[in-house]
């Protein structure tokens, strides 16, 4: 009988170490619908998107980051960490040897199946709409034990509106071409830049009634025939624009109303995560200056 209370003692404790261990196991259902359970937060993250990265970041987080893409570059901490090629192209044998505990990536990264089958977790996650970055801010946060991540959203939702309130009235209504890169590639109004666009009370020219998708290839004679107003673009798509027929006849381009955004601007302007509301700002400021009267 003593023995037997020995044994049922030992087994009890067991039994309470073995659930305090995964007492705190949790569950996360990522963009690809696939479950990933996690006994703890993970403190080794590689990511392969510069927005994900940033989100990290935001969140606090920056110290678990372990590997990048070699895309991301802000904050500039992240530049000094190891760079593990592409979200397309990454190189899977810098990943294995980074030790993480999660890696985080695009839904469009076809690498996924092939971590998992190495033992490591991948998390897919791409946040394409205004809806999605409050999203995936939560799922993020959720990854990695932050409580509150939502706070993110709720300060770049308020920075985003104020940056519309700041406006003039005469820039509602402006019709503005936005420029993703030279291709041409237009940012369409479903897509979270043509979004800010709609929340800053101007018109895409790349409406959702064409049915082009988020970010579309653009003929440049549609362009053309649109005749935007007011055009924004990155610094590669100014020194192509001579070469596009038509395009000294737009009126935007004759009376100058043509914002062209730095390479650091560019960044936050096509980055859907927590610099959104300073792509708003940029936004804003372009209209500002060039609205100079009622549409």
């Known amino acids: 009988m003593k023995y037997l209370r020995l044994w049922w003692t030992g087994a009890l404790a067991g039994v309470v170490l073995m659930c305090a261990s995964t007492a705190h196991a949790f569950e996360v259902i990522d963009d690809r619908g696939l479950s990933v359970v996690f006994s703890e937060p993970p403190q080794r993250i590689v990511s392969l998107l510069p927005s994900l990265t940033e989100t990290v970041c935001e969140l606090g987080q920056c110290a678990r980051l372990v590997g990048v893409d070699r895309y991301s570059n802000f904050p500039e901490s992240v530049t000094k960490l190891p760079q593990v090629g592409g979200g397309l192209d990454p190189n899977i044998e810098a990943i294995v040897a980074l030790k993480p505990d999660v890696v985080l990536m695009a839904t469009s990264s076809r690498v996924g199946d092939r971590l998992r089958s190495l033992g490591i977790k991948a998390v897919a996650l791409e946040p394409k709409t205004h809806a999605d970055v409050k999203r995936v801010l939560a799922k993020v946060g959720q990854v990695l034990g932050v409580e509150d991540a939502s706070r993110v959203w709720r300060l770049i939702d308020a920075a ?6 700041s406006l003039p009235a005469r820039v509602a209504g402006t019709r503005v071409y936005f420029e993703v890169n030279p291709g041409p590639y237009g940012a369409g109004e479903s897509s979270f830049i043509g979004e800010t666009l709609t929340r800053l009370g101007v018109k895409n020219i790349v409406s959702a009634d064409l049915n082009l998708g988020p970010f579309p290839r653009l003929n440049p004679e549609f362009i053309v025939r649109a005749d935007p107003d007011v055009i924004m673009m990155g610094q590669r798509s100014v020194d192509s624009m001579g070469q596009r027929p ?6 935007a381009v004759r009376e100058q109303q ?12 096509v980055r859907p995560g927590p610099r959104m ?8 400021q372009c209209l500002a200056d060039k609205v100079r009267v009622a549409q």
């Open 160 to 165: 985003t509106q104020a940056a519309a309130q």
């Open 246 to 251: 038509g395009w000294n006849r737009m009126r």
């Open 258 to 269: 043509v914002c062209v955004f730095s390479a650091r601007q560019s960044d936050v302007l």
């Open 277 to 284: 509301a300073e792509g708003a700002r940029l936004m804003a």
